[in-house]
């Protein structure tokens, strides 16, 4: 959790111009009208076909803690303007310290399958307070997203085999690597190396030696040998220091020696070379020695695209060891999350939905009060539907690509579920977070729920996601008025 990593306020872990905004609102006098903005991203990540949505634990115990305390307040009446007068006044900085959430939050249960433009959180509450947040929300849920989708790839292509998570040592920080980890878990891995992470999060860790321990001793033979009399339930031997078949014949001899006085040999590890060749070599000698369960593993800048090569090319690797390009996400290293704003109104108002413009279509947002109704066939998912909860939808609905009026879809007589359930209420909670086991379990069922198709790693395909009609109109609507177009 962060309250574990971090002390006790995190409030200021946001962008100035969130406070800026911040305080124009109290200063205008509208700091309490009540606005709904949603989390989303535009496209999903590694050219894929889904996303496993991650992080919502971390943001409710953020959402929990969070309070500007007097040190904060301090440090912010320092700030200053471009006159050197101070950047806020003291009445806004009161505000700030008196400051206790109300905010109600709506979200989609970590694990779950998500796509682009569909909300992952929807914030709902006085203006002021959701804009702070804005910044602290994207920073999580966009991380653990993004390594989460990674490792489910990941473990997509290792076909069921165990995946174990290696990339502290090259992770962003302290905190991007337990981040990493717990998200890697999430997404699919089923260990990881950082000891920390499994503190904290109840990860099971994994991990045995180095090459600097073969490296530290006269030869391969007596470095195998010590190591078995030191840690003999922990045996997996790095076996490519010099001669890496050489090196699989030395851990056979250390394995016979640890049979011997009742314990097996876990299995042996590459780390360089050509892994498909080694691995069928050191399976052979292996097996050959009466060691067919001692595993294979693998590591060395494995991503979901070598493992797949390897698997066609027929490599008897068992496990794999996945470190720099899971825990930094390599190929793609953010997610493109946004926050917007949809509607707001003051007190005893309608609500004013609004819609930011772009020259780019994928960038107009979309107004409302929104929702995300998944249709099932047989518990497969069939097509989703964002609709406005204002104006609901009804048992047949009609939905609009996007980014494509002309694309429609008429869908009635289908089961469904909504993704986002109520987490918080007026500040307080009203969601039990699940177990990360759970969330894990979820990841992998959401995933075998969606066509191997969607699921592809190369041109997947597009799993069908619409604006119901009425919503869709709506947006038209606010486009050509903001555009200055009446639709007499």
Known sequence: MLSSLYGPSLALLTDLYQL????????AGVADREAVFHLFFRKNPFRGGLTVAAGLELALDYLARFRFDESDVAYLATLEGNDGAPLFEQGFLD???SMELTVDVDAVPEGTVVFPQEPLLRIRGPIAQCQVL????LNVM???TLIATKAARICQAARGEPVLEFGLRRAQGPDGGAGASRAAYLGGAAATSNVLAGKLFGIPVKGTHAHSWVMSFEDERTAFQTY????????????????????????VETGKWLRERGHEMVGIRLDSGDLAYLSIEAR???????????AVIASNDLDEHVIASLKEQGATISVWGVGTKLATAYDQPALGGVYKLAAIRGPGEPWR?????SEQRIKVSTPGILQVRRYLDDGAARADVIWDEETGVGETVTMVDPLDPTRRRRIDGASFEDLLVPVLRGGESVYEVPPLADARARAAAEVARFHAGVRRFTNPHEYPVGLELGLHELKDRLILAARGFDEA
């Open 20 to 27: 800026t905004m911040a305080n124009g609102y109290w200063k």
């Open 95 to 97: 505000h700030l310290s």
């Open 134 to 137: 804005e910044t602290p929300l």
């Open 142 to 144: 966009n991380f653990q």
């Open 228 to 251: 078995a009399e030191a840690m003999p339930n922990n045996c997996v031997f790095l076996v490519d220091t010099y001669d890496t078949i050489e090196g699989v014949r030395r851990a």
């Open 284 to 294: 052979r000698i292996l097996d050959e020695a009466g060691f067919p369960k001692a």
């Open 353 to 357: 939905h609004v819609v930011k413009l």
